[in-house]
């Protein structure tokens, strides 16, 4: 496949030239089955896994058979807090669980770069020159975003190291996000659909790759 032309903008917006970037330097093709593994153990790792509720022997009260066994004319309860009871246990409580999914890191590694390949043939990647504010201001970055087309949808604004500057400013606006460029991964390059790239960030990124 021939290479994919990158546009790169400047701070206001306005394209300043393209990088060429080959499809394959990231991976052969695009593994979507993995890609599919490597989302559903990033969302799994979301999950707290706190969810807790009580069985029969936990709720409060119910020590007492409420009637005798026969003669009544009513069913059988031994307990007023066993399951079939308003206020009583759940026959089947959830329990606090782990929801992790690992992968080992070798698929980590191949799924990152097959996530980035999928993003580059989608269109979805560009990059930005001069992506280093001085000082936290959001309302820069807002314009920047809807100027090149950005808008409402969510985005992964991708750093060649720590700016916490960089972070602070984006922090206010939805649906977009923060990476060095170190720390990324699969399960975040796919849960935002458009990647911008501080311009080291990308050449950085292309001049790594095999």
């Known amino acids: 496949m021939t290479a994919i032309a990158v546009p790169v903008y400047d701070l206001s917006g306005a394209k300043t030239g393209e990088i060429a970037v080959d499809p394959a330097k990231f991976d052969v093709a695009v593994r979507k089955p993995l890609l599919k593994l490597a989302l559903i153990a990033h969302l799994a790792s979301q999950r707290q896994g706190t969810h807790k509720t009580k069985n029969r022997g936990e709720v409060a009260g119910g020590g007492k058979k409420p009637w005798r066994q026969k003669g009544t004319g009513r069913a059988r309860q031994g307990s007023i807090r066993s399951p079939q009871w308003v206020g009583g246990g759940r026959a089947h409580p959830v329990r606090p669980r782990d929801y992790t999914i690992v992968l080992n890191a070798q ?14 043939e989608s269109g979805c990647v560009c990059a930005v020159e001069g992506l280093d504010p001085s000082k936290p201001k959001t309302r820069p970055l807002a314009k920047l975003l809807a100027a090149i087309g950005v808008g409402e949808r969510s985005a992964l604004i991708v750093s060649e190291g720590h700016q916490p500057n960089l972070v602070l400013s984006a922090r206010n606006l939805p649906r977009v996000a923060v990476a060095e460029r170190r720390n990324l991964h699969a399960g975040i390059v796919l849960t935002h659909t458009h990647l911008i790239f501080a311009r080291p960030a990308l050449e950085a990124l292309v001049k790594e790759l095999p």
Do not use: G, K, V
């Open 107 to 120: 698929e980590r590694r191949i799924a990152t770069r097959s996530a980035l390949r999928w993003r580059l």
